[in-house]
């Protein structure tokens, strides 16, 4: 059985990601479009799109032209969006990167993604300047001053009237976001301009209740896709302001959703969590938030329930990966649109199937399966990996998520549980392949399986079921791990094991250390 979105198919604009979020912008040319959080720095809709063309400009005149590759290792401020949309002007292609990682995460995705130019903040270019070692990056942008760094007004210091570039946006690369797909290590995802706008109106339609008026939160990373598309796109794309935070911070949000009188917030689990059970939140008058839309992980029902009734608005979810740009599901903003645990029925010009694992035929109505996505989001593959693309993108255009899901009988679907092995940690992904390969580098480790423990707060945290070759502590292990990766990767749990339990052809079970560890 093939479901649809109960709303009619959208249409798709034949343009590029800049020229369809900025359409408008200049009609609202007094209005905040992107407001610092912190700094209080103010960039309007009037202001962008001429920031944009010398940011392109710019790009040109360092020789930096269709097709290459430009990496953003910053967290959120309002000139994220400028070089972004830059880039995406000259036919570039953007790869984003999470700020927390280390030096050697960092010097990996440069690699890997092909960076040309980097654009980065004063207090990380330590890390990135030892990070481009041995890459192919050729000049370092810095929002600031920093040695060894070019300012970014350098590159906005020019007559902003770029060359003409021809782009294909059904073709050409926008966006290089890094995913761990359903198994392995991260993987360059290869999102076409017109995947983006797809998602953009998709997601609008599907979310219906936008309003030019709102004002939203903007405190989900722009380097991960829901940040990317949700926050920085869409929002300007209907008109609305973004206030944005560099890093998650309980009652500076609860601040600003108060000074600035948000009305809506993308969020993810585990802040929804905190609003519905910290008692600090009692001190701020959170009145004008009308909506919270969370995603990157499920959101159970009695948590949706709570915050919702605490703060006196609605708190509803949706569905997506990286890999399909990322909206697949969406429930809407509208009265009587959602229902609490469900990520909604699938967005506009979207089809699922939910595949029995087994048979690998269509589940019965009701049934649990694998939920497979068709669409125009849906992403053209990994980067230089046509294996692991084969892998999960079949020659009829399904994206076999990984995901196990059910639909109800009004084709509105939960998401129940992962074939896939990745931990989500906060919303972020982590790879135990990844864990385990750097905890064998330990000379006192004889072997580990790394699997997702259940955490109230963090949703699932990293747990190492590891053998010995000479005695360890639980610290030892998490401190060899902890001064090596993201701080999102981290080992929080250790526990020590006589073996591993794997399959006849070597590989690790880790179904039964998940089940283990789920009855224990």
Not at 315 to 328: A, F
Request: aromatic share 6%; glycine share 10%; proline share 7%.
């Amino acid at each position: 059985m093939i479901h649809r979105s109960p709303l009619p198919d959208v249409t798709v604009p034949d343009q590029t990601l800049t020229e369809y979020v900025l359409a408008g912008a200049e009609t609202r040319a007094g209005k905040s479009a992107i407001v610092d959080g912190m700094s209080g720095l103010n960039l309007t809709y009037g202001a962008l799109p001429g920031l944009v063309r010398r940011a392109a400009r710019g790009l040109s005149l360092r020789g930096f032209g269709k097709g290459d590759v430009f990496a953003l290792y910053c967290p959120n401020v309002p000139e994220y969006a400028v070089a972004f949309h830059g880039v995406a002007s000259r036919g570039g292609i953007n790869t984003t990167i999470n700020p927390l990682y280390t030096p050697e995460e960092l010097r990996r995705q440069l690699n890997d993604a092909g960076a040309k130019l980097l654009l980065t903040v004063p207090p990380f270019l330590e890390s990135v300047q030892e990070g481009v070692r041995d890459t192919g990056v050729e000049e370092v942008f810095v929002l600031g001053e920093g040695e060894d760094a070019t300012p970014f007004a350098a590159l906005l210091d020019n007559d902003g009237d770029p060359p003409d570039v021809e782009i294909d946006p059904a073709t050409d690369l926008v966006a290089l976001p890094y995913s761990s797909g359903t198994t392995g290590l991260q993987k360059g995802v290869m999102l076409t301009h017109r995947n983006l706008v797809a998602n953009i109106e998709q997601s609008r339609a599907g979310l219906g209740g936008l309003r030019e008026s709102d004002v939203i939160m903007g405190v989900l990373p722009f380097f991960h896709i829901y940040g990317m598309v949700v926050v920085m796109s869409l929002t300007l794309r209907v008109g609305s302001t973004v206030v944005s935070m560099p890093r998650f911070d309980l009652p500076q949000f609860l601040g600003l959703v108060q000074e600035h009188r948000a009305t809506g917030a993308y969020l993810v689990p585990p802040i929804v969590l905190a609003l519905a059970k910290h008692p600090v939140v009692d001190d701020y008058d959170l009145s004008s938030l009308r909506w919270i839309m969370s995603g990157a992980a499920p959101l159970g029902k009695d948590v949706a329930t709570a915050a919702s009734d605490r703060l006196g608005c609605l708190v509803v979810q949706g569905y997506g990966l990286t890999e399909t740009s990322p909206v697949s599901h969406v429930s809407s903003l509208k009265a009587g649109g959602s229902k609490p645990g469900s990520v909604g029925p699938p967005v506009p010009n979207t089809e699922c199937r939910i595949v029995d694992v087994a048979s690998g035929e269509d589940a019965p109505p009701g049934g649990e399966g694998e939920i497979w996505i068709r669409g125009p989001q849906v992403m053209q593959g990994y980067l230089n990996k046509p294996d692991a693309t084969k892998a999960c993108l079949d020659e009829e255009g399904w994206l076999h998520t990984g995901d196990i899901g059910c639909a109800d009988a009004d084709g509105y679907f939960s998401i129940v549980d992962r074939l896939k092995e990745l931990i989500k940690y906060k919303a972020h992904q982590v790879a135990p392949a990844e864990l385990e390969a750097l905890l064998l580098t330990h000379p006192k480790i004889a072997d580990v399986a790394v699997v997702p423990k259940a955490d109230d707060e963090a949703g699932e945290i990293p747990k190492a079921f590891v053998v010995l070759r000479e005695e360890l502590s639980d610290e030892d292990v998490i401190e060899f791990v902890a001064g090596r990766v993201a701080p999102h990767k981290k080992v929080r749990a250790v526990e020590f094991v006589d073996r591993i339990p794997k399959s006849p052809s070597g590989k690790i079970l880790r179904r039964v250390l998940v089940e283990y560890e789920r009855q224990s």
